[in-house]
């Protein structure tokens, strides 16, 4: 028997973003909405009792998928069957809090490694066999994404590191611009800023290796979660808008990779996630 892959958000997180990006406080959802203030409070605190009625004014006033938060509140969010992908893609899934964090490691003529977890001992007895780390995309410096790092540097010393800042590293950290395309360890990958969860944070679209047939991958990092968004530490308008922007500019069928919780489409996100009406 399978067991559902836990979205990284529930309810009461997707409320809790939901009021911060749209500047409301329960008191005002209360006021607009007519739901009893201690009803919407409980919803914040993980405690449901909330019809869908209900949960569809709530999405109304605060400009969400009204079918994306339903389903979320029953536990039904909608993940897709992925396609199949022409290369091997390795996720590496670690306990971070009461959630879990990823790596992902594509494996070509070298690995291609988007983020590295926040745990160096837990990344190294998970690396998928003899691979050698021939280059490391960073989506941000938070701590729990880059944190092993300097373990798959000691694996290969000269292996390339691509990201949206040089960050803490003292030594060479390539930091392309919006829509440069990166050539490495076999692949293909388009590089894209998305500011919002932190003002530097990029997302990177795998192609595949070149002349390869199929989907590509979108590590979306803590932009575009499956169900969800990220915090916006940065911007809240920002973040909504690079997250339309970057499923928007993907195939369909592409999967998202992001930096918590189950892979994705952007097609199911584009059609479901709360934050994208």
Known sequence: MSVRPQLEDELGDVLEKALRNAGMSPE??????????ERILDASDYRYDLSCVEL???????????????????????????????????????????????????TGAEALVVDTGNDPDA????WPGDAVPGVIFITHWDREHARGIDALLARNPRARIVAPSAGPLKRQVETPGEGEQIEAAGFTVRVLRTPGHTALHNAYHLLGPQGSAGPGVLFSGDLVFAGSLGGALHCCRTLLREARRILEAVPPDTIVAPGHGPLTTAETELRFNPFLP
């Open 28 to 37: 005002e959802l209360a006021g607009v909405t007519g739901i009893d203030l």
């Open 56 to 106: 569809q004014r709530i999405a109304a006033a605060l400009g969400l998928n009204e079918v994306g938060v339903c389903a979320i509140s029953e536990d039904r969010y909608p993940l897709p069957r992925l396609p199949a992908l022409a290369f091997p893609l390795h996720v590496l899934s670690f306990p971070y809090g009461i959630g879990r964090v990823n790596c992902f490691v594509a």
């Open 123 to 126: 990344l190294i007895a998970r």
